[in-house]
């Protein structure tokens, strides 16, 4: 344990900064959160960008919107500062970029801010509501300086905030839920049972994710419940209910059966409809899986990788059911949400450490020294002396009933494997 005494644990944690390097070594780095606010934003049908910063934004820029889906829709423009804004600010110049792109046909812009114009206090959203009158184009704006982050969630998550700022207040549609965080091109994702259900009796699913059109943005304040499948949804889900009074249940953090038995009664009490027993058989072999991992989980001690995509702030707080151990936990990202993970954590006794993982040579030998019984996402590099539960990205854009007895069943043949390998 002493390789890991300069990390925090998560009681201690309040923001990005909180989160440290597992160990130090030569690295390129993570994403710059501009990749993401950007291709996020490329990918919103009518949606149009203005990227601000640096000639090295401009070149990182243009390699990131060479795959823009509609980019014979919409316009993706950079703005290049010069040495004397570089001192004295660029507003005039966004401004006038600004009104060119209007003048173009851009039916909604997105502003998005590097380093440079952030450090030197450019006010973005004094342009936006000084420029919008004068102008067709939606606008909206988001700050992007990678200097205030480990790495690039926040550029999914603030941008999609940002377009709350686009949105205008409609009458309300009982037929009409958003489900946040899946697309309506997801073909080769399974879709989940209760999304299914919805369907068939008869609500319109809009769909609020990358490949959405813009108008969907716009217009999704007429639903009459907001469902979040991704972490990266939450904080629009929260803006939507305070500024539009849209309620929000977030069913990707929750796995305890339980639980979202409570979430699903929820769910048929603001829609006014009834379920008649058509989760039964999910529900069942959830319980029985809860059952099962009861008597083989308990007091197990375990990481979490880099490659778990699992929130593992939620997870923890569920595995503790099972009396199962955290020692070490990765987070790409301090996320808003996780402030309430952490104090939940915190209030049944645990409180594991944290870190960033991003040298795999450097990390195994520290992972593996932990003796941890078990391991959510792949040790790369390591000596395969610790089971990984592994291909969670398989359960992406999964919730519910399945989505639990798929995890506890995972984690269970994972052990059974490893044992029979001749493991522990």
Same mark, same amino acid.
């Given at each position: 344990?002493?390789?890991? /005494?300069?990390?925090? =644990?998560?009681?201690?944690?309040?923001?990005?900064?909180?989160?440290?390097?597992?160990?130090?070594?030569?690295?390129?780095?993570?994403?710059?959160?501009?990749?993401?606010?950007?291709?996020?934003?490329?990918?919103?049908?009518?949606?149009?960008?203005?990227?601000?910063?640096?000639?090295?934004?401009?070149?990182?820029?243009?390699? !990131?919107?060479?795959?823009?889906?509609?980019?014979?829709?919409?316009?993706?423009?950079?703005?290049?500062?010069?040495?004397?804004?570089?001192?004295?600010?660029?507003?005039?110049? !966004?401004?006038?970029?600004?009104?060119?792109?209007?003048?173009?046909?851009?039916?909604?812009?997105?502003?998005?801010?590097?380093?440079?114009? *952030?450090?030197?206090?450019?006010?973005? @959203?004094?342009?936006?509501?000084?420029? /919008?009158? /004068?102008?067709?184009?939606?606008?909206? #704006?988001?700050?992007?300086?990678?200097?205030?982050?480990?790495?690039?969630? #926040?550029?999914?998550?603030?941008?999609?905030?940002?377009?709350?700022?686009?949105?205008?207040?409609?009458?309300?549609?009982?037929?009409?839920?958003?489900?946040?965080?899946?697309?309506?091109?997801?073909?080769?994702?399974?879709?989940?049972?209760?999304?299914?259900?919805?369907?068939? =009796?008869?609500?319109?699913?809009?769909?609020?994710?990358?490949?959405?059109?813009?108008?969907?943005?716009?217009?999704?304040?007429?639903?009459?419940?907001?469902? !979040?499948?991704? %972490?990266?949804?939450?904080?629009?889900?929260?803006?939507?209910?305070? /500024?539009?009074?849209?309620?929000?249940?977030?069913?990707?953090?929750?796995?305890?059966?339980? @639980?979202?038995? *409570?979430?699903?009664?929820?769910?048929?009490?603001?829609?006014?409809?009834?379920?008649?027993?058509?989760?039964?058989?999910?529900?069942?072999?959830?319980?029985?899986?809860?059952?099962?991992?009861?008597?083989?989980?308990?007091?197990?001690?375990?990481?979490?990788?880099?490659?778990? %995509?699992?929130?593992? &702030?939620?997870?923890?707080?569920?595995?503790?059911?099972?009396?199962?151990?955290?020692?070490?936990?990765?987070?790409?990202?301090?996320?808003?949400?996780?402030?309430?993970?952490?104090?939940?954590? *915190?209030?049944?006794?645990?409180?594991?450490? !944290?870190?960033?993982?991003?040298?795999?040579?450097?990390?195994?030998?520290?992972? *593996?020294?932990?003796?941890?019984?078990?391991?959510?996402?792949?040790?790369?590099?390591?000596?395969?002396?610790?089971?990984?539960?592994?291909?969670?990205?398989?359960?992406?854009?999964?919730?519910?009933?399945?989505?639990?007895?798929?995890?506890?069943?995972?984690?269970?043949?994972? &052990?059974?494997?490893?044992?029979?390998?001749?493991?522990?």
């Amino acid at each position: 344990m002493n390789r890991i /005494q300069h990390l925090k =644990k998560i009681a201690s944690v309040k923001s990005n900064a909180g989160i440290k390097f597992l160990t130090s070594a030569a690295f390129p780095g993570s994403h710059c959160p501009l990749h993401t606010s950007l291709a996020l934003s490329t990918n919103i049908r009518g949606m149009s960008t203005l990227v601000v910063g640096t000639a090295e934004c401009s070149i990182y820029s243009r390699n !990131v919107v060479k795959k823009a889906r509609y980019s014979e829709e919409t316009l993706h423009w950079m703005y290049v500062l010069d040495s004397n804004e570089v001192v004295f600010g660029c507003r005039k110049g !966004v401004i006038d970029a600004i009104k060119e792109m209007d003048k173009e046909g851009a039916e909604a812009i997105m502003v998005i801010l590097t380093c440079v114009p *952030e450090v030197i206090g450019e006010d973005i @959203e004094g342009i936006i509501h000084e420029v /919008q009158p /004068q102008v067709k184009a939606r606008l909206s #704006s988001v700050l992007m300086g990678h200097f205030r982050c480990n790495s690039h969630p #926040s550029g999914y998550w603030k941008t999609l905030l940002s377009f709350g700022g686009m949105m205008e207040k409609r009458d309300i549609n009982s037929n009409i839920v958003n489900i946040l965080g899946r697309s309506t091109d997801e073909d080769n994702i399974p879709m989940p049972e209760l999304l299914m259900e919805l369907e068939k =009796k008869g609500f319109h699913l809009r769909m609020l994710a990358p490949k959405s059109d813009i108008k969907d943005f716009i217009g999704a304040t007429d639903a009459k419940l907001n469902l !979040v499948i991704s %972490p990266y949804m939450n904080p629009l889900a929260d803006m939507m209910d305070k /500024q539009f009074s849209i309620p929000f249940i977030s069913l990707h953090e929750i796995y305890n059966v339980l @639980e979202i038995d *409570e979430t699903y009664r929820k769910i048929e009490e603001i829609l006014s409809i009834s379920w008649d027993n058509r989760f039964d058989e999910l529900r069942e072999k959830a319980l029985m899986a809860e059952k099962k991992a009861e008597k083989e989980l308990g007091g197990l001690r375990y990481i979490s990788t880099g490659r778990n %995509p699992i929130p593992p &702030l939620a997870l923890a707080f569920y595995l503790n059911k099972f009396n199962m151990i955290p020692i070490l936990l990765h987070m790409e990202e301090f996320y808003p949400d996780d402030r309430q993970w952490a104090k939940k954590l *915190e209030e049944v006794g645990i409180n594991p450490f !944290v870190c960033h993982m991003v040298n795999d040579k450097r990390d195994a030998p520290v992972l *593996e020294e932990l003796e941890p019984d078990l391991s959510f996402g792949e040790i790369f590099e390591g000596t395969g002396k610790v089971p990984c539960v592994s291909y969670l990205y398989e359960l992406y854009g999964q919730i519910g009933y399945e989505r639990t007895s798929f995890l506890l069943n995972r984690i269970m043949n994972t &052990l059974e494997n490893h044992k029979n390998k001749g493991g522990i």
